[in-house]
């Protein structure tokens, strides 16, 4: 069981809280909390705290993640129609090689002091993963000439977010170490339901048969090509769903740190067997409230 964190301090409550590890770092608040992009050494000091209070566990870092509702003060955004099919995530990252360079930089040194992974969001084809893991080969090579320390084996992964990386899994699983599904986003781009749209809220419902099958879809995927998955939206956050993502064969549950003991406490209490028959119905369900009913939520 992993945790979600938002800073250093929430990594510290997560690991207090009881996770092994954290599954989602996101990085934004480092961005969002100045008056100008933090510069290589202020990001370093973040993710090497980080990193330490984490030491042999897991610190799963994501990759900027702005656009969509997240603007920076700083920095102009044009102003779009459909902004979360626009300019975000990865895709700022790659039209900005200075700012995504400085990142992984800084994410490459913190590497040095504990078991930092790093992932990627909104990905959509396998170039676009192809062309970040370009950026951190060419940060790799600049440590290397300044003979700064880093860990070489660092795992690289996708957050699994759009409905073209849930149909291309295989292919990003044949080439990423770890996936992360990232449901907030998923159920939205899934379903075409503004994830922040109160008119349509009814209408999110990540346990909507189509969303329960790109899950089923993704980790099958994964496990097809030796990717570990795992799940890190706010879905997997409540106990009533553990049944489900564990029968799905997610590896790795990754949930805010509130939710980290009763999601544990949950998992402990199943029988795998029945897990998978549950998560066989929800797949082959032909209706969301078919789902809810077989997994007892209202
Ligand atoms: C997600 O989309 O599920 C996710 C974890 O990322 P965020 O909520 O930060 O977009
Ligand atoms: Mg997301």
Redesign the pocket.
């Known amino acids: 069981m992993l945790g979600?964190a938002a800073n250093v301090d929430e990594v510290r409550r997560a690991l207090d809280a009881g996770a092994e590890g954290i599954g989602?770092f996101?990085s934004e608040f480092l961005y969002m909390q100045g008056p100008a992009l933090p510069d290589e050494e202020t990001q370093f000091a973040a993710y090497r705290a980080a990193a330490e209070l984490c030491g042999a566990r897991p610190l799963t870092v994501?990759t900027l993640?702005i656009g969509g509702d997240k603007a920076l003060p700083y920095m102009h955004f044009e102003p779009e129609e459909n902004p979360f099919l626009g300019w975000r995530a990865i895709r700022v990252s790659l039209a900005m090689p200075e700012l995504f360079r400085t990142q992984l930089r800084a994410l490459l040194r913190a590497s040095a002091f504990g078991n930092v992974r790093v992932m990627f969001?909104m990905i959509a084809s396998v170039g676009e993963f192809r062309a970040a893991k370009a950026v951190v080969e060419t940060c790799m090579a600049e440590l290397d000439a300044e003979g700064v320390a880093y860990d070489r084996d660092i795992a690289l992964g996708v957050?699994i977010?759009t409905p073209a990386a849930v149909f291309i899994a295989d292919e990003l699983a044949a080439r990423a170490r770890f996936f992360s599904?990232?449901?907030?986003?998923?159920t939205q781009y899934v379903l075409a339901v503004d994830r922040g749209n109160r008119r349509i809220a009814a209408m999110y419902d990540t346990l909507h048969p189509a969303v329960v099958r790109a899950m089923r879809l993704t980790v099958d995927a994964a496990h097809r090509h030796g990717c570990e998955v795992g799940i890190?939206?706010?879905f997997a956050g409540c106990a009533a769903h553990a049944e489900l993502l564990v029968g799905l064969g997610f590896d790795e549950l990754s949930v805010a740190p509130p939710s980290v003991p009763a999601v544990k406490e949950r998992i402990r209490g199943l029988e795998t067997p029945q897990a998978e028959l549950t998560a066989r119905r929800a797949v082959e369900a032909a209706t969301a409230s078919e789902v809810h009913e077989l997994i007892g939520v209202g």
Do not use: A, V
């Open positions: 979600n989602l996101r994501r993640d969001p957050m977010e599904i990232g449901t907030n986003d998923l890190c939206g706010e």
